[in-house]
């Protein structure tokens, strides 16, 4: 007997991932809104000095400025992709969306003291959700990020890499970080799965989610000679030409 398949319904993964989007968001303006705060405070104590520490006060209140603009960057760009409502397919290229990820995470990455390198294949294009793919992206590099957290003993990288190989169009995020224990590599895409105190355990149970709904793969190898890869691999690609309009 043929057997019927169900439509996969995709909207509680949609849901967890608006909630680990929300994540995303308060991690990204956490660092701007306490430079804010802070600087702020020391800015009304170098007024408050008698007489007023006026060149201090003003260092502070630039400060206070660069922090806001960023944020409000951040939120305009984030906002952008979070009223998308439902999952739109368009053409996109896959280095630009790599771009734009690394863009809005470069002040986290920067705070930590991650090194970035980048390498990309010329300019293909995947039929895909943009927010989805994002967040697919955001949420293995702030995996990366946290997988460096403990890591004293040695400079932290963290490498994008786009390519065309045999199965397809690749993207690969490598770190440099803890690893994962052989033992565990079976269960990290598995929902609510996590080792960190405090984790949801659905960040990459939805990167599995939007990947497969976008008919592609992902898995994780052990990075060389530390850390982790992360591949993305989609089959069906094209190449981005200029229109000739
Ligand atoms: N880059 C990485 N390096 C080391 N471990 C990782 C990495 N990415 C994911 N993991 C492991 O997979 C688990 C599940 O990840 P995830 O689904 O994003 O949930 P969470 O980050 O909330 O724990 C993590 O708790 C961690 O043990
Ligand atoms: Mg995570």
Redo the contacts with the bound molecule.
Sequence with gaps: MASIKPTPDLRPARINALGEFAASIAHEVKQPLAAVTLNAQACLHWLEQDPPRVDQARTALRVVLEASTAASAMLRSLHGMACQAAPQRQPLVVNDVVRDVLQLLRGELRQQCITVTESYAPDYQLRADRVQLMQVLM??I???I??ARDLHDRARTLALHTSLADDGLRISVA?N????APA?AER??DPL????PG???????ICRTIVQSHGGRIW?EPGQPH??V?HLSFKEYTLWTPSRS
């Design positions: 949420n293995l702030l995996n990366a946290e997988a770190d970080g803890v690893g994962i565990l990290i895409f799965f996590s080792t960190k984790g949801t355990g659905m960040g990459l149970a994780s850390g982790t992360f």
